[in-house]
């Protein structure tokens, strides 16, 4: 295997990974480490400048998916019970629909 097939492999498993949880890979985890220190070893090159281009671009997709920002309470019509956090967004409680 390749260290571009590793790479990539590594890519695909941080992305299934994001899009199943949610969230980030977790230190405390002992099966979410190997893909946490991936991410974070990546991001460093990154942003010292030795990454390659194209895996510029290619991880540029998943940091979008990690900066997703939490969606404001003022865009959703509330029904039932709801969590308010640091005031500015919502936990998801029984059902919540997004405003028109």
Do not use: D
Not at 52 to 68: I, N, P, S
Request: charged share 35%; hydrophobic share 40%.
């Amino acid at each position: 295997m390749t260290q571009e097939e590793k790479w990539l492999k590594n890519y695909e498993e941080a992305m299934r990974f994001l899009n199943e949880n949610k969230r980030k890979p977790s230190r405390y985890v002992a099966e979410e480490r190997n893909i946490r220190n991936w991410w974070k070893a990546t991001k460093k090159l990154m942003n010292a400048g030795l990454l390659k281009a194209e895996r510029v671009k290619v991880l540029e997709k998943l940091l979008e998916l990690e900066t997703r920002k939490p969606i404001p309470i003022s865009t959703f019509i509330l029904c039932k019970s709801f969590t308010v956090i640091k005031n500015r967004h919502i936990s998801i409680g029984m059902q919540i629909r997004k405003a028109a």
